[in-house]
């Protein structure tokens, strides 16, 4: 059975970063199915994204695509108080039969929706019908928590709505109407959340956030209509308990929150709803990003009708038209046989070095080794940029790098500042770790890092071992730590483990160079093949370092000409100065009162 979890929260409180957030960190975490409704759509398990921006190899309902060009549309509408509710409640609506029939598609264990039609017309009604900014309103009363409640019995259990509250409420029969033919027929887009999270940020923060957000401010986004709606909601989550049950909503005070401690209070706000947790398995005897599948059993597996027609043919002017080739290509029989491993990925690296056949540039030039290539390129300028900028104390220079491969993003940028600034070569010392299944980096890695003069330890092993990760942590602290080319591979868990073992092991000024893929054409295709992968939108990827305690939104991100790689450089993110943690905020929710209407809440 699925959780559902619905977001709220004031223009600027985040609502929408969060729920685009969540599944991956919350999949991590409980190591269960999670999808999200936000912007976009996404199901994740903890090993591998389901559905993801771009990524649909199940195909999308078709509410769900209406749902986004209705977002669009309404967007576009937004100044207009008259044609924007007739966009955004069917909008609303779709996306809530969107969030149900992906739920039950994917067997998704919590779903978290960015809004609810039910509670964010309740809730944002006011803004449209009086809104605070309009002065000529204000003599209008607002409705009270009695007045919601009494719509919340009326639409949903055809309890006539008292007298005195009916003169506070708009006509509710449009309402009502909506939600017969919504059980007429069985559109399933009318229905209320099994958990309720309010991201309760103060009116004046939101409307300092939404300045800097350089974006076009809308017309309700203004100190008076924040406010309306802040209180609107405060009354709206109180109906919703009086309801459905006092646990059913909880209020978040995220003013002194960063992303990360905000991610972390709604997860741990979700986690005592949870019922089940299934471990994520991994074979530990694969090497992650490898494959020693033989041609024949790539051939087997391309030969089916869902990778033919749901993926060549429909993008076969995308790119997909070199995949088939690599079966006559040199550099594609090599990848056939080792996946992307050490041996394939210093090809790509090396593409300039030689020239090659018209087959083998096929191979080259296909979008996700152009991606790769670009990404090198990337790494090798700003880690360039990191290296000439630490001070000369003359201590040890500290690198690690893990996955490390043949550490072109390190050789390289070391090799260019060798000659200008000697000093600092000698100091460095490279911690290079990988699981080299092939056995084929110690000595080539001790080799190159010889001629330039620089220390390296190389350690084989599973960076998801603990025991493994207790020799690394040998080598700590770092000043540059570079988790590069993995996050696609590995498991949510993992990857949030390595992250936050990463962030106890650099130095306070230390940096962490780290990447993500986002899916295109090619995603597809190695869904149909049978990868598993994960996908991180920049964004997405920035709040998971958020959460790990790096600070991801102020994060660099460079992309390269396909935009498929994205190379983020992140530092450590200050302790906060105050001492309440997310923990702490979430167990005082029962007994906080203030003046502004929090008194709303149980």
């Known amino acids: 059975m699925t959780l559902h979890v619905c977001i709220l929260g004031i223009d600027g409180s985040g609502k929408s970063t969060v729920a685009a957030a969540l599944p991956a960190i919350l999949a ?3 190591r269960l199915v999670v999808g999200s409704a936000s912007e976009t759509f996404r199901v994740v398990s903890p090993d591998e994204d389901h559905l993801a921006p771009a990524f649909y190899p199940d195909g999308l309902p078709a509410a769900a695509r209406v749902s986004i060009r209705l977002k669009r549309a309404a967007k576009r509408l937004v100044d207009n108080s008259k044609l924007y509710p ?17 739920a039950r598609r994917y067997t998704c264990e919590v779903f978290v929706s960015d809004g609810n039609a039910f509670l964010s017309t309740t809730g944002r009604a006011a803004n449209y019908l009086r809104a605070a900014s309009a002065k000529r309103n204000a003599e209008v ?4 928590v009695e007045d919601l409640r009494a719509t919340f019995s009326y639409i949903l259990n055809d309890v006539p709505v008292p007298e005195a ?10 309402g009502k109407l909506i939600y017969k033919l919504n059980n007429l027929l069985h559109l399933n887009a009318v229905w209320l959340p099994d958990l309720v999270i309010f991201l309760d940020l103060s009116p004046q923060l939101a ?13 309700h986004e203004n100190l008076a209509d924040l406010a309306q709606t802040r209180e609107m909601y405060l009354k709206t989550l109180t109906a919703f308990q009086s309801y459905r049950s006092p646990d059913a909503a909880h209020r978040l005070d995220v003013d002194a929150l960063t992303l990360g401690e905000t991610l972390q209070a709604v997860i741990e706000t979700i986690k005592p709803h949870l019922v089940s947790s299934e471990a994520s398995t991994r074979d530990s005897n694969s090497p992650l990003g490898t494959t020693e599948l033989a041609d024949d059993a790539i051939r087997g597996k391309t030969v089916n009708l869902r990778y033919i027609f749901r993926y060549l043919l429909p993008k076969c002017f995308s790119g997909a038209w070199r995949e088939p080739m690599f079966f006559f290509s040199e550099l594609g029989r090599l990848f056939l046989k080792e996946g992307y491993s050490a041996n394939v990925m210093r ?3 090396d593409r300039d070095e030689r020239q090659y056949g018209f087959l083998d540039r096929i191979f080259l030039e296909y979008s996700l080794h152009r991606a790769v290539y670009d990404r090198l390129q990337i790494l ?6 990191e290296l000439e900028s630490r001070p000369a104390d003359r201590r040890e220079l500290r690198i690690f790098t893990a996955p490390s491969g043949f550490a072109y993003d390190l050789f390289r940028p070391l090799e260019e500042i060798t000659g200008s600034d000697a000093e600092t070569i000698k100091r460095v010392h490279i911690i290079a770790a990988d699981l080299d299944p092939h056995g084929i980096l110690e000595e080539k890695l001790n080799d190159r890092a010889a001629r330039l003069g620089i220390r390296l330890t190389f350690l084989r092993g599973d960076l998801t071992d603990q025991i493994f990760r207790r020799r690394l942590e040998e080598s700590a602290p770092f000043d540059l730590a570079l988790f590069v080319g993995l996050s696609s591979w590995l498991s949510k868990p993992d990857t949030l483990a390595h992250l936050m073992w990463l962030r106890r092991n650099l130095r306070t000024d230390g940096r962490l160079v780290t990447d993500c893929f986002t899916p295109e054409a090619y995603a597809l295709s190695g869904r149909y093949i049978g990868y598993k992968a994960n996908y991180y939108a920049p964004e997405a990827y920035g709040a998971m370092l958020d959460y790990c305690g790096f600070d991801g939104l102020t994060a660099e991100v460079a992309s390269g000409r396909d935009r498929i790689n994205h190379v983020l450089v992140a530092t450590l993110r200050a302790e906060p100065n105050h001492q309440t943690t997310a923990s702490a905020i979430i167990r005082n929710l029962a007994t906080q009162q203030s003046q502004d209407g929090a008194r709303y809440i149980q």
Do not use: G
Request: hydrophobic share 40%; proline share 7%.
């Open 86 to 102: 007739l966009f955004k409640l069917p909008q609303m609506l779709m996306q809530d039969r969107a969030a149900r029939k992906l």
């Open 141 to 144: 009363p607002a409705p009270d």
């Open 165 to 174: 509250s009916r003169q506070k409420l708009p006509a509710l029969w449009k």
């Open 380 to 385: 090798v300028a700003k880690i360039k940029t």
């Open 28 to 30: 991590a975490e409980s």
């Open 347 to 349: 090809v790509i690296y």
């Open 207 to 219: 409307v300092t956030r939404i300045k800097t957000r350089r974006q076009k401010i809308d017309h």
